[in-house]
């Protein structure tokens, strides 16, 4: 029940990042496909839509209810966000409903990468002919995408929705910027899968980057819930 | 039986539940041998504590007004009638004093008062030799 | 002495510079009804928060049906063994009443199926409604329908008739009752509402500023607190609030008005010695009770 209570709290977010998604990639998509040349390098004006794309979702999704899960000490103490209350006097561990939060939101994050994956594979039809190159430019998003879910996900156990918010999304944009800029050795930059040097461009499938983002998640998840089973009562 | 109870007169519920039934008893509304509602039925009919009815039963037990049949509940004493006469000689000792005390020249809640200052006294009296 | 389900010893909790719990001892007995007083901000909300684990105290320690509250091996069984009503009394708006009794039933393995009905009927509650379309009474009546058909053996309430219409109240109170009567659940509430305070508890505990002020089965409390009232002739003696029971004198040219806590025979005796001192005995409600010891009672000559 409580993997249904997670859903019918987060379907309304999951159907507005889809919305949005349609807005961002509808129009580049659109001009794309009805250019006379399908250069590859073109495909560049979509990398970045995507990327963004999976930020701001994995940021969205993840995180959100996570208060309401394992509230931070001393969230409680004043009122305590209405139903949260209610949630923690059930017997249910924080962890679990920690684990639970969290898986959902990854499912969500996954069903739009997949979907906007999807589309770009229809439209694009170079990707089609080269399955490998497609396959690891997906997976390079999934999981630089689960990397910035889990740092996500570590921040709203101690922020709250709008600190945690500005605060993901800080972090992401510094290490973007470190990204593109060069300054961030090879192994830490998530980024290189997606980005410019995808592997779409560069037609190389980016293990390194894709081992780290895999990394960086399985980190993080695990810092977050140390940090709830210690407030578990 | 109806129990009017007051739940914020200061006077503990179990008292009020004694007095009534005691009353219950002296005007025929209760007769020797009949059965009182259960501790249960009689708590959540007037919506009061559970543990109230029971003290209210087993103080009356005490007195000899009421009898704790084990498995089958709450009894009037058969004792009861004899209670009853004696409660009738008690109204008219007072009855008379009433009289001779108004004849003084004393108002009711005057004479309320000594009646009441002599029951603590005597309450007092009985304490202490109990002690 | 029967056992106790709660036990709190010197429990203390501060909120930055203020102290919300100062020492606080609480014994609530198996199978009472065990009713929670104060003033708003005397630390009623706070102490029940501890108890189900949602705030960590800084000193003392509280146990639940015998485990120390915060121990995380416990911690679930016990919740398992309580049903609880917040103070503000949400849940899932979005959720439909039917469909939180669907969602909170598989939590609870002693859940009692036959009695959900029975209360949706009682307590007049549509199952197809959505609960942010429900009042607050009808929120209240929700999270107590969800504490019972659990099968808790521990019901803690946070003034759980908020909200309620006089009807709705004694509704509440005859379930609470029946509860009681039939299961021996212990029932732990706090209330502001002393009239129904009264009707139901057979204990009481009065905390102000995080402490214990009273604490007693309410049958005694009612019994051994006594209001005199004397008129002296003369003067009226000086030390009368000094005399071992009394709680709180007033007065007024040569009228007393004497709070009592006990020794009511005592006192009564030793100001009947006074000369030309009459004396009347009145009882003491729940309300005066708690105000003289949290409100506005202490004061003399």
């Known amino acids: ?233 | 039986m109806i129990f009017h109870l007051n739940h914020s007169s200061g006077i503990p519920v179990y008292l009020q539940l004694m007095q009534q039934i005691r009353h219950g008893v002296e005007t025929g509304a209760l007769r020797a041998g009949e059965r009182l509602p259960t501790i249960r039925s009689l708590a959540e009919e007037l919506v009061v504590n559970p543990n109230t009815v029971v003290r209210a039963y087993r103080e009356l037990q005490h007195e000899g007004i009421v009898e704790l049949r084990q498995g089958s509940g709450a009894y009037v004493g058969r004792s009861v009638v004899e209670r009853r006469q004696i409660m009738t000689k008690g109204g008219k000792l007072i009855g008379s004093a009433i009289e001779r005390l108004t004849a003084l020249g004393l108002s009711e809640e005057e004479i309320r008062r000594i009646v009441e200052n002599e029951l603590a006294v005597a309450r007092k009296k009985s304490d202490t030799e109990v002690a | ?301």
Request: glycine residues 10%.
């Open chain 3, 1 to 301: 002495m029967s056992e106790a389900v709660i036990e709190i010893e010197g429990l203390r909790k501060c909120f930055g510079a203020q102290a919300a719990l100062d020492g606080l001892d609480l014994r609530v007995p198996a199978g009472s009804v065990f009713g929670f007083l104060g003033r708003n901000g005397a630390g009623k909300t706070t102490t029940i928060k501890h108890l189900l684990g949602l705030i960590k105290a800084d000193g003392g320690s509280a146990r639940i049906f015998g485990q120390p509250v915060g121990d995380p091996n416990m911690s679930v069984a016990i919740r398992r063994r309580i049903g609880f009503v917040t103070e503000d009394k949400d849940l899932y708006p979005y959720m439909t009443v039917d469909g939180i009794i669907r969602f909170t039933r598989p939590f609870f393995p002693g859940w009692q199926r036959d009695l959900e009905q029975r209360y949706l009927d009682v307590f007049e509650l549509p199952r197809g409604k959505r609960i942010s379309q429900l009042s607050k009474g009808m929120r209240s009546k929700l999270m107590l329908l969800l504490a019972i058909c659990h099968g808790a053996e521990l019901l803690v309430l946070d003034e759980p008739m908020d909200g309620l219409d006089p009807p709705a109240v004694e509704q509440v109170l005859r379930e609470l009752v029946a509860i009681a009567a039939e299961q021996g659940t212990t029932i732990f509430f706090s209330s502001h509402q002393l009239p129904e305070v009264e009707q139901i508890a057979d204990h009481v505990a009065i905390i102000d500023g995080g402490k214990m002020l009273v604490c007693g089965e309410l049958d005694d409390l009612k019994t051994h607190y006594q209001r005199l009232s004397l008129v002296c002739s003369d003067e009226p003696p000086g030390d009368v609030a000094r005399m071992e029971g009394v709680v709180s004198v007033r007065r007024s040219g040569r009228m007393l008005s004497i709070l009592v806590s006990r020794n009511v025979e005592t006192i009564a005796a030793q100001l009947r010695q006074l000369p030309g001192v009459a004396i009347e005995r009145f009882p003491v409600t729940l309300k005066e009770l708690f105000l003289e010891h949290v409100g506005n009672g202490k004061c003399s000559g």
């Open chain 1, 1 to 233: 029940m409580l993997w249904l209570k997670a859903w019918l709290e987060t379907r309304w977010k999951l159907l507005w990042m889809l919305f949005m998604s349609a807005l961002l990639v509808g129009p580049p998509l659109e001009l794309f496909s009805s250019a006379q040349t399908r250069h590859p390098q073109q495909l560049l004006i979509l990398l970045p839509i995507n990327v963004m794309l999976c930020f701001i979702t994995a940021i969205t999704l993840a995180g959100s209810g996570i208060q309401t899960a394992s509230p931070r000490p001393g969230g409680l103490e004043k009122g305590g966000e209405g139903s949260t209350l209610f949630t923690l006097s059930l017997p249910v561990t924080r962890a679990r409903l920690f684990a639970v939060r969290t898986a959902i939101g990854v499912l969500e994050l996954l069903a739009l990468l997949i979907s906007f994956n999807f589309v770009m594979w229809l439209v694009i039809p170079q990707l089609a002919t080269n399955v490998h190159i497609g396959i690891g430019y997906f997976a390079a998003s999934v999981s630089s995408s689960l990397a910035v879910y889990a740092i996500s996900a570590c921040l709203a156990t101690f922020c709250d929705e709008g600190w945690r918010f500005r605060a993901s999304g800080l972090t992401i944009m510094v290490l973007f910027m470190l990204g593109i800029g060069g300054k961030l050795p090879r192994s830490v930059d998530i980024f290189r899968g997606i980005g410019a040097t995808s592997s779409l461009v560069v037609q190389q499938i980016p293990w390194v980057a894709i081992a780290t983002g895999c990394v960086l998640a399985l980190l993080f998840f695990g810092a977050a819930l140390i940090i709830i089973r210690r407030r578990d009562y």
